[in-house]
């Protein structure tokens, strides 16, 4: 329901931010060793849209995945996926590509696993845009051609569009464009 008036502009982000925080009893949730579906959710999302306490969030999230004991009540993989993506992202706003790249792979390997496409798209693209600020091209040409060959087999025309968009405001690169000529480069090697 809080996130629900916040995206709505019914209550400022702060309120809702607060509202989450006492639903789970934060900070005392992160010495719990199960988590659930719902408490992982609500922790990504204090995650992405809070300000303060990302670390200490970052820290309990990636024990999880460190330690290969993702225990999570309900074994949802949307919401395991939804956390790894928020942690992707965590690092690439940190310039942490590495750890940005690192988490895209979980994402994408995960996904190959179940055979699900969620959040691939974001995945290939922060792992393309990590490549491109460690300098490594072939790497992103690679990750960026994946990306929008994923974001065409989006159902949604408009969720493709937004997706383009972002690429041509992100890169300036026209994506369609890109793939002709990143087919071309792939042919003449």
Known sequence: ???????????????????????????NILRNKVLTDSELLILGIILDIGTIE??????????????????????????????????AKYFGKRKEYRKTIEYCDFGIARNEELRTIYLIEYFTYYKALSYKRLGEISKFKKSLYEAIIYVEIIPSQTRRDRFKDI??????????????????????K
Do not use: C
């Open 167 to 188: 690429i041509r405001k992100d890169l300036g690169i026209e994506p369609l464009e890109f793939v002709r000529d990143y087919i071309d480069l792939v042919k003449l």
């Open 1 to 27: 329901m809080a996130n629900h008036e916040y995206f709505t502009g019914k209550i400022s982000r702060e309120v809702m931010l607060d509202r989450q925080k006492k639903i789970l009893d934060f900070p």
């Open 54 to 87: 990302r670390e200490v969030i970052v820290d309990r999230l990636e024990k999880l995945f460190e330690e290969n004991e993702f225990h999570i009540t309900g074994d949802n993989a949307a919401i395991k996926l939804q956390n790894v993506f928020w942690l």
